[in-house]
């Protein structure tokens, strides 16, 4: 079974401002804004992060109209993480369980080249959560036609892991091991985790449920904490935080 962070979003009451604190800090460009968001009350922008072994992709999604789904996360937890992309093998493998659990779908989508299930956020908790598989493996439709020339050709850049908030970070990371059908296991004292492919999802204890920060490693880190401080964002230890969301930077 093979399983990956593809795509990373973040919700984001001001677009413009947070697509340009990500394009300073992390020296990346837009690469698409997808019209199709429309149907959601959405606009959005999405960047490449470019590594070996694969691309991955951040997305910052803003709400144009009343009563969205993202409106309303936002108003319960202001600019933050919103939703996980998880890349799958075997999506027809992964609706079959699903199934068993009774995991509702409030989206999904079928293409020739891509198919995409949304969970819902009660059913998994934190997040809504999307399994999507594409074909070929590298290829990846939600990202727009020319999202290979945006890629830094370095290929520092690489999305490690998902740190999810949760009352119960236990019961948390247990619930979303079943969904998606992985073993749930832990890499240190107090400190829940789940292993995929190339990646790990962290689950630490809090006081709401929700998606707080993302591992990413970056070619020069201390160029992007510079890069930070004169934008006047927060900078602690190794973490920037841009809209609500800590953005760890490894050494």
């Not at 068993?100 to 997040?127: M, N």
């Not at 990413?216 to 602690?236: C, H, Y």
Request: proline residues 5%; charged residues 20%.
């Amino acid at each position: 079974m093979s399983l990956r962070i593809r795509q990373i979003v973040l919700a984001a009451r001001d677009l413009s401002t947070t697509v340009a604190q990500l394009q300073a800090v992390f020296g990346v460009t837009v690469c698409y804004r997808d019209p199709d968001v429309s149907h959601f009350g959405l606009e959005n922008a999405l960047f490449a992060i470019g590594h070996q072994g694969g691309v991955q992709f951040l997305e910052v999604v803003s709400p144009v109209r009343e009563n969205t789904t993202a409106g309303r996360h936002l108003n319960r937890h202001g600019d933050s993480g919103y939703m996980l992309i998880l890349q799958t093998d075997d999506l027809a493998r992964d609706r079959e369980r699903l199934k068993g659990l009774g995991v509702r779908i409030v989206w999904e989508s079928t293409y020739p080249d891509i198919s995409a299930v949304h969970l819902h956020p009660k059913d998994i908790g934190a997040a809504i959560v999307s399994l999507d598989q594409a074909i070929p493996y590298d290829s990846w439709r939600w990202a727009g036609p020319d999202w290979q020339q945006h890629v830094n050709k370095t290929g520092a850049q690489r999305v490690v892991s998902v740190n999810v908030a949760a009352r119960d970070p236990i019961a948390m990371m247990q619930r979303w091991a079943k969904v998606l059908g992985v073993d749930a296991g832990s890499d240190r004292p107090g400190a829940s985790c789940i292993d995929i492919q190339n990646g790990a999802l962290r689950f630490e204890a809090a006081d709401a449920d929700v998606i707080v920060g993302f591992e990413i490693t970056v070619p020069e880190p201390q160029a992007a904490f510079d890069r930070a401080r004169a934008l006047g964002l927060p900078v602690e230890g190794n973490a920037i935080t841009i809209c609500g969301t800590r953005f760890t930077l490894p050494d």
